[in-house]
Nanobody, 121 residues
Framework: QVQLVESGGGLVQPGESLRLSCAAS????????MGWYRQAPGEQRELVAT???????NYADFVKGRFTISRDNAKNTVYLQMNSLKPEDTAVYYCNANIQQRAYLTTRDYWGQGTQVTVSS
């Protein structure tokens, strides 16, 4: 079994920063791409940023220059540093990881439970 546990969400004012963390644990052989998605009320879930095991990052246009994704492969953890937050960044942020549990198994996607980020004055 694999678990993704997120932390770091909260309530901040516009222009402030937050850092999200997501740690994967359980029966893991290898973790490939990890990423963050978000879902605002009444909206579909959307990609925020992804990062490969080699460290190549990809960002949605609406966060470029403000958010930075990183990972610590030794800790099976992915981070999202969010700066210059805006009210429109308010959403539940979900961690995603593409994980291979055994060398002979195919990979599958796992999701965290989500962490609320609220940006409001």
């Amino acid at each position: 079994q694999v678990q993704l546990v997120e932390s770091g969400g909260g309530l901040v004012q516009p222009g402030e920063s937050l850092r999200l963390s997501c740690a994967a644990s359980g029966s893991i052989f290898r973790i490939y791409t990890m990423g963050w998605y978000r879902q605002a009320p009444g909206e579909q879930r959307e990609l925020v940023a992804t990062i490969t095991s080699g460290g190549s990052a990809n960002y949605a246009d609406f966060v470029k220059g403000r958010f930075t994704i990183s990972r610590d492969n030794a800790k099976n953890t992915v981070y999202l540093q969010m700066n210059s937050l805006k009210p429109e960044d308010t959403a539940v942020y979900y961690c995603n990881a593409n994980i291979q549990q055994r060398a002979y198994l195919t990979t599958r996607d796992y999701w965290g439970q989500g962490t609320q980020v609220t940006v409001s004055s």
